[in-house]
């Protein structure tokens, strides 16, 4: 027979060792979790991240940086972070909402509480809009009845069929609940092409009276961007109540890239390769990029987008 004392080690042993690797922190550490409520986010890795991965956007660093930060500090925001993204492709918008998520989920885009809706793959069916807006609803109260901090991305705003990004419109309203799930800790972010013309025509006045890009500041951009959205019929937001409603906390716009950032993209994806920084090389993917306007050539019509495929080409070199 096991003497008492004995068995009541034992039971204290397993006990304990149950106890332990019940807990959160150690389940964690190989199963991915919701952040903890109260949880902020590193603002000291987060600034580092736009600074080292973001070229040429000095509003968006600054504007996402502050609301992002901002809202991860309140312990009790009245509403989502609604933040929505403007400009051409190559600019960024992609990149900032990666690195985002990856912030608030360092899964990133592979984690199960970030979630990438594509217009174009998602709601593809003009005649099929209640339907998606009824999957929609369903699909964000699910997902933020198992993770509060969950991160929502539309991207492709500008080919969305207006109507459909109206379903979510309560959830970004100033409710406590909609029954019985709080979306006041989630974050949604849009990404369009739309408004990108007036952000470069903005961008190219400052040029042309000689003033300095990063003199730029928001509220030269921002009330434009709002209303040529709302007023656009090729933008998933035409006529939105999102808008109407006030409910998107800032329109954010990229600028178009100059030379010298579409440099800076190709040194980074040198290095991200493991390659040596040439310059001759950084010199000769920047010279094929097409630019505007024609005879200036200050911008590039494409961004950073096609740097990867074009230093691809040099890779023998």
């Known amino acids: 027979a096991l003497e008492p004392l004995s068995v009541g080690l034992a039971l204290g042993v397993a006990s304990a060792l149950t106890g332990y690797l019940s807990h959160p922190r150690f389940y964690c550490n190989y199963v991915e979790c919701c952040p903890r409520a109260g949880q902020r986010l590193n ?114 705003m500008d080919k969305m069929h207006p109507g459909v990004i109206d379903a979510i419109k309560p959830f970004l309203d100033y409710y406590e609940e909609v029954d019985g799930v709080s979306y006041r800790k989630a974050i949604f972010i849009f990404l369009s092409n ?51 409603r006030n409910l998107i906390d800032y329109f954010v716009p990229f600028l178009p890239l100059e030379q010298r950032h579409v440099k800076m993209c190709v040194r980074a994806e040198m290095s991200a390769r493991g390659y040596a920084v040439d310059e001759n090389i950084v010199q000769a993917v920047a010279d094929e990029m097409t630019y505007f306007p024609k005879e200036q050539r200050i911008y590039s019509d494409k961004g950073c987008k096609t740097v990867q495929a074009k230093l691809d080409i040099h890779e023998d070199l």
């Open 43 to 156: 603002a000291s890795a987060l600034k580092a991240q736009l600074d080292n991965r973001l070229f040429g956007q000095h509003l968006a660093k600054d504007v996402v940086l502050k609301a992002v930060l901002g809202f991860s500090n309140n312990p009790s925001p009245k509403k989502p972070l609604m933040l929505s993204l403007h400009g051409w492709a190559g600019t960024g918008k992609n990149f900032l909402s990666q690195i985002l998520a990856e912030q608030v989920h360092p899964a990133g885009l592979r984690s199960k509480f970030v979630h990438l809706f594509l217009a174009t793959l998602h709601f593809p069916h003009h005649d099929q809009v209640k339907l998606y807006k009824e999957q929609l609803q369903n699909w964000i109260r699910g997902n933020v009845s198992a993770c509060p901090s969950s991160v929502f991305i539309f991207d492709e």
């Open 194 to 244: 739309a408004g990108g013309d007036l952000i470069n025509k903005a961008a190219l006045d400052f040029w042309v009276s000689g003033k300095r890009r990063e003199d730029i500041q928001l509220k030269d951009l921002e009330p434009l961007l709002s209303v040529g959205v709302f007023n656009n019929k090729n933008s998933g937001l035409w006529h939105s109540s999102i808008i109407d």
